[in-house]
């Protein structure tokens, strides 16, 4: 089975997310605690990152 390249998945994991942004895991786990965070989706326990949303999140920041 082919695995799909980081930039074509609309959902990241953590450990996707920082290796597709340069963000600590840290950091994107401080973001995504956020009760307002709009790029983060929740399937149970495990939080994943919504990438496009996560790209405009990016793209509109000044400083993270």
Same mark, same amino acid.
């Given at each position: 089975?082919?695995?799909?390249?980081?930039?074509e998945k609309s959902n990241l994991s953590?450990?996707?997310?920082?290796?597709?942004?340069?963000?600590?895991?840290?950091? &994107?786990? +401080?973001?995504?605690?956020? /009760?307002?965070?709009?790029?983060?989706?929740?399937?149970?326990?495990?939080?994943?990152?919504?990438?496009? &949303?996560? +790209?405009?999140?990016?793209? /509109?920041?000044?400083?993270?």
């Amino acid at each position: 089975m082919k695995e799909v390249p980081i930039w074509e998945k609309s959902n990241l994991s953590l450990e996707e997310a920082a290796a597709y942004s340069g963000i600590g895991i840290n950091k &994107l786990r +401080d973001l995504t605690n956020d /009760q307002n965070c709009r790029f983060v989706l929740w399937v149970g326990s495990k939080r994943l990152i919504k990438r496009r &949303l996560f +790209d405009q999140y990016i793209e /509109q920041a000044y400083s993270i």
